[in-house]
C-alpha cells in the first residue's frame, strides 16, 4: 500500500526496483487528500484502490499486502515550518501508520521524511536523534520490525538539487544495511 502518496514517487521507486529483481507488484490501495497529486495519480499509475483520508480508512477494510510505503507529512518537523511535531495534526499521521501496521502486520515498510525529522524535539544539543524521531523508532520496534534508517541526498542519486530525506525502512526478519547506499 501507498500512503501519503503525493505523486507517487516512492511507489514507482519500489516497482522499478522489485520489477528488475524479476518480481511483479500490484499496489492494492494507495491513499492521498491533495486533489492536484490525486489527479496526476489517476493518470500515471493503475490503482487497484484509491482512497482519500488515511484517517477514515478502517485497517479491516484494506486488502492484505507486503510492503507499506508512506511519505507521511512533513510541515510540522520541517525547519520552514513551525516545528510542533506530534502537537501539530499533521505531524500525528505517523501513528496512522502505525495503526496500519499493527493491525495488518506486513513484512516491511519503507517510510521517508524531512532531515528535521531526526532532530526534532531534541532533549540535549548533542543528541543524534531527537524525542519525536527515537518515539518513532521505538514504536517500529515494539511492533516487532527490524529497523534502519538514515539521511539521503538526491544530489547523489541523479537529481539536479540537494533535498536530503530521511528513509526510515524496516523488515520482520533482518535490519537492511543502508551503508551502501
Known amino acids: 500500500i501507498d500512503l501519503f502518496a503525493g505523486l507517487g514517487g516512492i511507489r514507482l521507486a519500489f516497482e522499478q526496483a522489485f520489477n528488475e529483481l524479476g518480481y511483479e507488484t500490484e499496489c492494492v490501495m494507495t491513499s492521498e487528500i491533495k486533489p492536484s497529486a ?29 510492503f507499506l510505503l508512506g511519505g507521511f507529512p512533513c510541515q510540522s518537523f520541517s525547519t520552514a515550518g513551525k516545528g510542533l511535531g506530534f502537537a501539530d495534526t499533521r505531524g500525528t499521521m505517523f501513528f496512522e501508520i502505525a495503526r496500519i501496521l499493527k493491525a495488518k502486520q506486513p513484512y516491511g515498510f519503507i517510510l521517508e521524511n524531512v532531515e528535521g525529522l531526526i532532530k526534532h524535539d531534541l532533549k540535549n544539543k548533542n543528541d543524534e536523534i531527537g524525542q519525536t524521531f527515537s518515539t518513532i523508532l521505538k514504536i517500529l520496534d515494539d511492533l516487532g520490525y527490524k529497523v534502519s534508517w538514515k539521511l539521503l541526498d538526491s544530489q547523489y542519486f541523479g537529481v539536479a538539487q540537494s533535498r536530503k530525506r530521511v528513509y526510515i525502512v524496516g523488515t520482520k526478519d533482518t535490519k537492511i544495511n543502508l551503508d551502501n547506499f
Do not use: R, S, T
Open 38 to 66: 490525486i489527479k496526476a495519480l489517476e493518470k500515471n499509475h493503475k490503482h487497484k484502490k484509491l482512497v482519500g483520508d488515511i484517517c477514515q480508512v478502517d485497517e479491516n477494510d484494506i486488502e492484505d499486502f507486503d
